[in-house]
């Protein structure tokens, strides 16, 4: 019987499991380590630090299923999903990873016992490649293996050199690739073989061996690994497509399920299937891209991931359109995603209602965007076949997608099958990639590799010393009270020294330590490192600022010596500053119970996106597509002030992660967005069940102890995403005073009591609205007098009626007004006024309809005046207006209407 995809996924994990290697969960989409990558791209980001030496694991085998997607900078995949029966954007990679542990000598049986006994394929459909330069590999092959010289070829950097990115780890590489047979060769040479690498279809790279032995700079140079390792990759959905013998991924098990429920919506034929096939494709792989990226925490938008998102979800709807929906359709596709999914990967599940909601919204978006797009691609078309051209300009391409938001291939293809027009795609390329200069591309940042292997060369002394344990330093925030420690490093402007003094900046490493590292949207501790008093002597001070985990096993407490002098070695006293840690605690354990009534009032789909908790303020950020209505805001604030009062109990405990897995997905118990959660995880409790989060954080031990929750804002954090900001404890009872206190002035004010000062001051604003609108007529009584008196002024030039005059009105739209009077009362003239709004110039200009045929235009004639007072403007030929900086130059600048007029007319 045909394995399944989950069984194939399954079998590789077990087997490595079976020979010492430690399954680890796959990370993210978004590569919390890594700031070069947009998206983790491949098995090993997770553990680039630990070939680079800066992270140290309980383990030096692992193996893993880790979501991927390529679809940005060098690992660009886009354009070929959906004409390749191959190409994906997102993928799964399957990997076993030696950190420091085996070689080529395992790694090369490892896949060879994988590949024929696990999945039962063929020695006789496989062949090798090693680089060029390997002769270890070659001969492990060859000689250790017992493979045929002629199925093993020694090939170039092109492909068996691998690097992630253009820093990070880097080596020579062994594929092991698949022979369809000779009926799938599409290259027609009587030659093919995988040494000519010319992508013919026959030949099916399945797995790839990367010895990792380097770590490539910026400029080029290459320096050997701490210690040589191990990181392989083999697609899931290519062995996938071996073992159930389909030459197309998409015919197998991972996708015909999700192309098969798109055909029921679309109530096609498998005629009509085919006729869409590119569309089906596109549709089941962006599907599961999108679904995934929601999942793990990326919203929709216009930079860095979110614009990828939008690009995915848009290119998707685009297809959708052309295989026949006419409305959104991609939520029921990501429905379909994760139940056939859900179950490896429980935080689709968990998220299911926000990942549909975020979906349908930017689906709607894109509708709209559409439209307007095939208007603005209709009208763009018009223009070019004016000209005599059947090409849209690079240029034009980019700004419809910069702009509008419409992808280049959907332009090229209305362009081609709708116009017959070409789309210019290296004038495209130029554009992008000016865009790209200007926006910093797809880069988000930089590693700094070199300072981090510092703290990393640190721990490794400190560990060789004795002096920290292979977890490093000891770690524990959840303990009050000062705790004895030891110095163990003190480091100066990124350098170890011996001795810290009195004035200087620095960072102290302790064996131990209660400070907690910024986390989970929690700030990091500050407080006191103390010399211990003895016998009543004065001892040295740090002021803790700040706290740094720049490497796994190190914590640095940055601050400033107050006092005295100590060096590595001196006993020291760790103390948190209390009340500002208590003012956390009451933060963080309120947005527990926010998070947990924002679900309760809103819906169930609401799910944590983000935070901030500080001492001062709490910020939480959540899915939800609209804003909050302040009747459910002030429910929410009600109920989250209910439960404080309720005094529950705060508890938390350690539990193992794979214990929890089910509910997690059922959202019995919260998880974080993107977050990586170890073996074992720690739970906060409050109450009986009432919430139930996995949290690292700092919190009260009973709700009472919060005092009480205020909320002081409500707004959007992005597509989909809402924020709130609150206050709790001290700042909620202080701003609480402050407003009562501004309640009770106004009211004194106003002569009335607190409670009637909304109907009060509702009164003085009507009747102030009134007395506007009075004045308003006032002033336009005065302004129609004065006119009548300033129809004495009109004069002519070359037997044109002219009027140009400063004149005093309350705002742009009486002047705007008066100068209508003018146009009318004259029937033929030219009329210019300004006056000063704002403590600025403007002025605005008419012209009537047979002065334009004589050559007159009030844009052009706008624009002149207005560089008098160092301004600019323009508009139409009967009216526009403009605007200046030099009020002391109006004068001047309207006494140029007459000479401009003369000049212009005909």
Not at 411 to 426: C, H, K, M, N, P
Not at 532 to 539: M, S
Not at 635 to 643: C, H, K, L, S
Not at 645 to 666: F, M
Request: a negative charge; glycine letters at 8%.
């Amino acid at each position: 019987m045909t394995m399944t995809s989950a069984q194939i996924r399954q079998a590789f994990l077990d087997y490595f499991a079976d020979n010492g290697h430690t399954i680890v969960p796959s990370s993210s989409l978004v590569p919390h380590n890594d700031p070069t990558l947009l998206f983790t791209n491949a098995g090993m980001v997770q553990f680039k630090d630990s070939f680079l030496g800066l992270e140290k694991r309980a383990y030096n085998r692992a193996a893993t299923a880790q979501k991927c997607m390529r679809v940005a900078g060098k690992h660009n995949d886009l354009e070929n999903v959906g004409p390749s029966p191959r190409h994906h954007t997102f993928f799964e990679m399957l990997g076993n990873f030696s950190l420091g542990d085996y070689f080529k000598d395992d790694a090369i049986r490892f896949a060879y016992e994988c590949i024929t006994r696990v999945y039962g394929i063929s020695p006789d459909r496989l062949y090798y490649t090693v680089h060029t330069s390997d002769d270890e590999a070659y001969n492990l092959w060859t000689e250790t293996m017992g493979i045929d010289p002629r199925r093993v070829y020694r090939m170039g950097d092109a492909t068996n050199f691998w690097q992630m990115a253009d820093v990070g780890p880097c080596g020579p590489t062994s594929e092991l690739h698949y022979d369809w047979g000779e009926a799938a060769c599409t290259c027609g040479d009587p030659n093919c073989s995988v040494l000519i690498d010319n992508g013919c279809e026959r030949w099916l790279e399945i797995w790839n061996l990367v010895f990792m032995q380097f770590n490539q700079r910026e400029d080029g140079s290459r320096i050997p690994l701490p210690k040589p390792g191990v990181d392989t990759g083999m697609g899931l959905e290519r062995i996938i497509s071996v073992v159930q013998d389909k030459q197309s991924n998409y015919e197998t098990d991972l996708f015909m399920p999700i192309i098969n429920h798109v055909q029921a919506l679309l109530g096609h034929t498998d005629t009509q299937l085919e006729e869409h096939l590119i569309a089906y494709r596109v549709i089941a792989d962006h599907g599961r891209a999108i679904t995934f990226m929601i999942g793990d925490g990326v919203m929709p938008g216009n930079e860095g991931r979110a614009s990828v998102l939008r690009l995915i979800l848009r290119r998707a709807a685009r297809y959708g359109r052309l295989a026949g929906f006419d409305g959104p359709f991609l939520a029921k596709v990501a429905d379909k995603v994760i139940d056939e999914m859900g179950d490896h990967y429980i935080e689709l599940k968990a998220r299911r209602q926000f990942i549909l909601n975020v979906i349908t919204q930017e689906e709607e978006r894109f509708l709209k965007t559409f439209i307007n797009g095939l208007d603005l691609i209709a009208d763009l078309v018009a223009k070019l076949k004016t000209a005599g051209k059947t090409q849209i300009p690079g240029a034009e391409v980019f700004k419809l997608y910069a702009t509008y938001g419409f992808p280049k291939d959907l332009t090229r293809v209305i362009a081609a099958e709708e116009y017959g027009f070409s789309v210019d795609e290296a004038g495209y390329q130029t554009a992008f990639e000016e865009h790209a200069k200007i926006s910093g591309g797809s880069k988000i940042g930089e590693i700094a590799v070199d300072t981090l292997q510092v703290y990393a060369d640190l721990f490794d002394r400190l560990k060789s010393s004795g002096q920290l344990s292979d977890s490093g330093v000891a770690y524990n925030p959840y303990d009050d009270s000062p705790t004895p420690a030891t110095v163990v490093a003190i480091l100066r402007d990124g350098e170890s020294v011996d001795s810290a003094e009195e004035g200087q900046k620095i960072e102290v490493v302790l064996n131990k330590t209660p400070f907690y590292v910024e986390s989970g949207g929690q700030v990091s501790d500050t407080g006191q490192i103390t010399a211990v008093a003895a016998n009543g002597a004065a001892g040295w001070a740090v002021d803790v600022s700040e706290v740094l985990r720049p490497v796994n096993g190190i914590i640095a407490h940055a601050g400033i010596v107050t006092a005295g002098r100590f060096r590595v070695g001196d006993p020291a006293l760790a103390m948190v500053d209390s009340d500002r840690r208590w003012n956390i605690k009451r933060n963080h354990t309120a947005t527990h119970i926010l998070h947990r009534e924002l679900r309760r009032t809103l819906g169930q789909h609401v799910a944590q996106a983000g935070s901030l908790v500080a001492p001062d303020r709490l910020r939480f950020d959540f899915s939800h597509p609209n804003s909050v209505d302040p009747a459910e805001l002030a429910q929410i604030e009600t109920a989250v002030n209910r439960i404080i009062l309720a005094d529950k109990a705060v508890s938390a405990g350690q539990k193992n992660y794979d214990e929890l897995k089910q509910a997690i997905s059922s959202g019995e118990i919260m998880a974080l967005f993107g977050e990586k959660y170890g073996d074992v995880v720690r739970v906060v409790q409050i109450g009986d069940g009432y919430s139930r989060e996995l949290c690292g954080g700092t919190h009260v031990d009973r709700t009472s102890q919060i005092g009480g929750l205020y909320i002081t804002s409500e707004g959007s954090a992005a597509a989909g995403v809402r924020r709130i900001e609150a206050v709790t404890g001290e700042a909620a009872q202080a701003l609480i005073q402050r407003r009562l206190h501004t309640l009770d002035q106004t009211a004194a004010a106003l002569k009335v009591k607190p409670e009637e000062v909304h109907d009060r001051t509702t009164a003085l604003l009507n009747q102030l609205q009134s007395s506007e609108k009075q004045i308003k007529e006032l002033q336009r009584r005065l302004a129609r007098a004065e006119f009548t008196h300033m129809l004495s002024q009109v004069h002519t030039v070359k037997d044109i009626n002219v009027v140009s005059l400063k004149v005093d009105v309350p705002d742009v739209a009486m002047l705007r007004e008066m100068s209508d009077w003018f146009r009318d009362k004259l029937g033929s003239a030219v009329v210019v006024l300004g006056a000063v709004s704002d403590d600025k110039p403007v002025i605005i200009a008419t012209v009537t309809d047979d002065l334009i045929k004589r050559g007159l235009h009030a844009g052009k004639l706008v624009k002149a005046v207005a560089a008098v007072v160092g301004g600019g403007g323009g508009g139409r030929p009967n009216m526009a207006q403009a605007g200046g900086r030099d009020v002391s130059r109006l004068d001047q600048a309207l006494a140029q209407v007459d000479s401009l007029v003369a000049e212009s007319v005909s």
